[in-house]
């Protein structure tokens, strides 16, 4: 039988131990703000006509090498993709344990993230010999003329990405371009956002200005997603009325 002064120990014991781990889920349990990352553009917005020159311009690069850019589509909601587009369910993608199909999803998805960090590695790796700023009036480069000069800033060597994830078989309505903007000093940024969930992208950032690895954007709630398009398509990001996912939980899954 515990005696009341060891009774009391224990209790205080017990008190800290929950603190800390209250204080540990706190540290992990930071809400951010959710996202619809696919809506319609307004007549007057500001990135429009910048967007829109690149795309021709990137267009017709490809015209002039005979080829076309692959399409892309909007990113529609889950219960409304094909069977062939619908993407496994996370049950399936994080079950390594589970029955043959399961299993080969799990492989598959795991191969894609591999490949995915890996190309942003190599690309933050490029960059601190390539990245070339330019100037005094911004240009966005396209992939050609960011190969000819040997060199861009983030917006020409985020076409490494972009370009290269398409070509390595992610699909066009997976992969998009995005501009994000940091509150705290203004800093606009591009980066490649990989869409493996519809609400929570994996950004590769090409030069690790905005982050390193490949992280979920939940995990990143210092920078805002302004824009997201491609070579087709352009999207306004726009905040949901709901909270988001919770950083540093959604981004520690594998």
Not at 34 to 43: A, D, H, N
Not at 73 to 96: G, N
Not at 184 to 189: A, I, L, P, V
Not at 219 to 235: A, I, R
């Amino acid at each position: 039988m515990l005696t009341p002064a060891f009774s009391r120990v224990l209790t205080a014991i017990a008190a800290l131990v929950l603190l800390a781990g209250d204080l540990g889920c706190a540290a992990l349990r930071v809400p951010v703000p959710g996202y619809g990352y696919f809506s319609s553009p307004q007549y007057d917005d500001a990135w429009s006509a910048k967007i829109g020159a690149w795309q021709r311009r990137e267009r017709a690069e490809y015209e002039a090498v005979g080829s076309s850019p692959p399409s892309s589509v909007p990113l529609a909601p889950s219960s409304a993709f094909e069977p062939e587009e619908k993407p496994e369910s996370t049950a399936d993608r994080l079950d390594p344990s589970g029955s043959l199909r399961s299993k080969y999803f799990f492989y598959r998805a795991e191969r894609k993230r591999d490949m995915a960090r890996s190309l942003a590695a190599w690309v933050q790796d490029q960059a601190q010999a390539h990245y070339f700023p330019d100037g005094p009036i911004d240009h966005w480069a396209t992939l050609e003329e960011t190969l000819a000069r040997g060199g861009d800033d983030c917006d020409g060597l985020e076409l490494l990405t972009f370009h290269a994830l398409r070509d390595l078989g992610f699909s066009s309505n997976e992969v998009y371009r995005a501009i994000v903007f940091r509150p705290s000093d203004g800093q606009h940024h591009m980066v490649t956002l990989w869409f493996e969930e519809e609400g929570d992208p994996w950004v590769l950032d090409p030069t690790g200005a905005m982050t390193l690895g490949m992280p979920r954007m939940s995990s990143l709630p210092e920078w805002v997603p302004l824009k997201v398009f491609s070579d087709t398509m352009e999207y306004t990001v726009r905040e949901s009325a709901g909270p988001g996912p919770v950083a540093g939980l959604r981004a520690a899954s594998p």
